[in-house]
Nanobody, 127 residues
Framework: QVQLVESGGDFLQAGGSLRLSCATS????????MGWFRQAPGKEREFVAA????????YYADSVMGRFTVSRDDAKSTIYLRMNSLKPEDTAVYYC????????????????????WGQGTQVTVSS
């Protein structure tokens, strides 16, 4: 059973930057493709970013392309989401997710593809 713990959420002003972390345990981290999702109040959960097992393939939602960067550190069993030029519409609870994958290059952009989820970390961006 894989456990995921997000951290790094904060309250900040528009234009600021933040880095979220997602630490994993209970599994072989290098076997998992990973993703970030978010859910704003009153809205459905939406995809943010995904990264393959190798880290060489990444994919982003259009709304965050060019502003957010996903990365992974297999030595620390952790993925990160670097968020720049934050906007009020980025306000949400951010979740990381994991899926065991046979491919080192495939990423997954749909929540139903993931097997494990963290508890989320709140990001609030004021205008």
């Amino acid at each position: 059973q894989v456990q995921l713990v997000e951290s790094g959420g904060d309250f900040l002003q528009a234009g600021g930057s933040l880095r979220l972390s997602c630490a994993t345990s209970g599994g072989t981290f290098s076997n998992y493709a990973m993703g970030w999702f978010r859910q704003a109040p009153g809205k459905e959960r939406e995809f943010v970013a995904a990264i393959s097992r190798s880290g060489g393939s990444t994919y982003y939602a259009d709304s965050v392309m060019g502003r957010f960067t996903v990365s992974r550190d297999d030595a620390k069993s952790t993925i990160y989401l670097r968020m720049n030029s934050l906007k009020p519409e980025d306000t949400a609870v951010y979740y990381c997710a994991a899926r065991q994958s046979n491919s080192r290059t495939v990423y997954y952009a749909t929540g139903t593809h993931y097997d494990y989820w963290g508890q989320g970390t709140q990001v609030t961006v004021s205008s």
